[in-house]
């Protein structure tokens, strides 16, 4: 927040967020996890769009396929991701993000199989 007005400096913002790193980032986990992707890439102007495909997807996919029972565990390492680069400025690797998201999602499946 800029003191002198009381409100967001959208300039210093762009000046420390690169979006297209996290972007970046985003796109790498998501070709790690085997989860088909739409043909032109996640729509950067509709979130609906974009769960449409995942669940549209998912449904379709063998019900063993690790990408199909994973992909919420990978939506939320990604925005857990984007929060650290964009509030403490700390990247995270794509093959951690997709670590993380593959090991949850397997532990939530263990237990909800107990």
């Known amino acids: 927040i800029d003191s002198r007005v009381g409100s967001?400096?959208?300039?210093?913002?762009?000046?420390?967020?690169?979006?297209?790193?996290?972007?970046r980032v985003a796109k790498k986990v998501w070709t790690r996890s085997g989860f088909p992707m739409p043909s032109g890439g996640f729509s950067v102007n509709s979130v609906w769009l974009n769960f449409y495909h995942l669940m549209s997807v998912s449904r379709k996919l063998p019900k063993e396929n690790e990408a199909r029972l994973a992909f919420?565990?990978?939506?939320?390492?990604?925005?857990?991701?984007?929060?650290?680069?964009?509030f403490e400025q700390w990247t995270k690797d794509a093959e951690?993000?997709?670590?993380?998201?593959?090991?949850?999602?397997?532990?939530?499946?263990?237990?909800s199989l107990i």
């Open 8 to 23: 967001w400096s959208v300039p210093r913002i762009r000046e420390l967020i690169v979006e297209e790193d996290v972007e």
């Open 72 to 86: 919420p565990w990978i939506l939320w390492q990604i925005w857990k991701a984007r929060n650290s680069f964009c």
């Open 96 to 111: 951690l993000i997709f670590s993380k998201a593959s090991n949850e999602a397997t532990m939530w499946l263990n237990m």
